[in-house]
């Protein structure tokens, strides 16, 4: 089952960004297919919490490389897009930690399937793709 298509994702002017949304995709539909798993019975609330906390590392890890991008260019807009980036975060330790505290596989199933999805598309088609042109034309790419 997948989430997000990872042939569809929308691509940018720089391939470590590229390569970091691939695996992003790739670790949210592995979460998704736990947390769809769980609901049923299948896996253990170990394997969803896991996947989980393998999504939040590397997403921040992905944030944290595209935020030094950022920094190194000179990106006017650096504290708009950083701010998205930790609200995402903070975002993401709650509902993990919601989970952890309930176990409402409804609401982490809503989340996973709709909410991060939805934000994931959008900020590659905005923010991202804007910065990752700007940092490209900075480094003689564009």
């Known amino acids: 089952m997948s989430i ?3 042939a569809a994702i929308p ?3 720089l391939a470590f960004i590229n390569d970091d949304h691939r695996e992003e995709a790739r670790l949210l539909n592995d979460l998704a297919e736990a947390v769809k798993g769980h609901k049923v019975g299948k896996i253990p609330v170990e ?7 393998a999504l939040f590392a590397h997403t921040q890890e992905h ?4 935020e030094e991008a950022m ?3 000179g990106f006017p807009p ?3 897009h950083k701010g998205e980036h ?6 993401m330790e709650s509902e993990e930690t919601h989970f952890r505290e309930t176990g409402d596989t409804g609401r982490l199933w809503s989340y996973v399937s709709e909410g991060v999805p939805a934000w994931f598309i ?5 923010m991202d793709s804007v910065t990752a042109q700007f940092v490209s034309m900075k480094r003689g790419g564009g």
């Open 4 to 6: 997000v298509d990872l």
């Open 11 to 13: 691509q940018v002017a």
């Open 47 to 53: 394997t969803v919490l896991h996947r989980f906390e």
């Open 63 to 66: 944030f944290g490389r595209e």
């Open 71 to 73: 920094r190194q260019e």
């Open 78 to 80: 650096y504290p708009v």
């Open 86 to 91: 930790d609200r995402v975060i903070e975002e």
């Open 122 to 126: 959008g900020h590659i088609q905005s």
